[in-house]
C-alpha cells in the first residue's frame, strides 16, 4: 500500500512545495496570475520587492510549459511562493499563463494548501476592459466579504462572466466559505502598469498597508517589458510546438 501511495502522489499534477516551513495562519495571500492586463503578476511583484517578501516554496508541475526565466545567473521557478512576517501576507505569482488543463487542479491544490496553511483571508487579482470604466473593480466570495469591497468603496461587477484558474479558485473559495474578494485591474494595455498600481493600492487599503505606489509607474515600465517579452516567448513556443493547421494532410 505504501508503494502505491507513493506512485499516486508522484504522479499528482500540481504540487505545493515549501523550501521553508513558514507558520501562515492568520495571513492574507495574493494570488497573482497572469491576466488581462497583467495587472495582478506586475503588482504582485512590487509589493514581493518593496515590501521585503521571502521566497518560502514553488508550485511544481510537470505539464508547465519547459520555460524558465534566468535571473542574477540562476533559473526560478515559473510559480513561486512569498512570505512577509512583518505583513502577515503571503504570495503565490506566476510569470506563465495557466492553461486549461491546469485550471481545475490548480485551484484544487491551492485551496487545499490555503486551509492546510490556516490563511483566512485570499485577494486574487485579475483584469477587465470597461471602457470609460472604474480603475478597479471586485467581486466576493461570501457575504461578508461583499461587505469588506463595499465598505471600501470599491465597485462591485454584480453581473458577468469570469474564466481561467481565478474564476475556479475564486468559486473553490465561495464552497469553502473562505474570506475572498478577486479585484479586477481596468487594463488599457496587454502591460497595464496604471492598473496594477491601482491594483496595488486596492490591496494596500483592504489589508491596511502602507506603500507608495508612484515608483511602480517608472519601474513598473521595466518589469513588463520582461513580462512581456517572457510571456511571448511562451506563445510561440507553444505556437511552434502545434502542428500547422494549414499543412496538406493524406490518407
Known sequence: MAEKKGESEKEKLIQFIETKNTPLKGYTLIEGFPDIGLAGTIGSRYLVEKLKFEQIGYVHSRVLLPIIRINDGMPVHPIRIYASKKHKMAIVIAEQIIENILAAPMADELVLWIKKKGISRVISTSGVRILDGKSVYAFASNESSKKIIKKNNIDIINEGITSGVTALLMLKLKDNNIEAFCLLGNAKNNADYNAAAEVVKTICLIT????????????????????????????????????????????
Do not use: C, F, G, N
Not at 210 to 216: A, C, G, Q, R, S
Not at 220 to 225: D, I, M, Y
Open 208 to 251: 491596511k498597508t502602507t506603500l507608495d505606489v508612484k515608483p511602480l509607474l517608472e519601474e513598473a515600465k521595466k518589469l513588463e517589458e520582461a513580462i512581456v517579452k517572457h510571456l511571448k516567448t511562451i506563445e510561440s513556443t507553444t505556437k511552434e510546438a502545434k502542428p500547422d493547421s494549414s499543412t496538406p494532410m493524406y490518407v
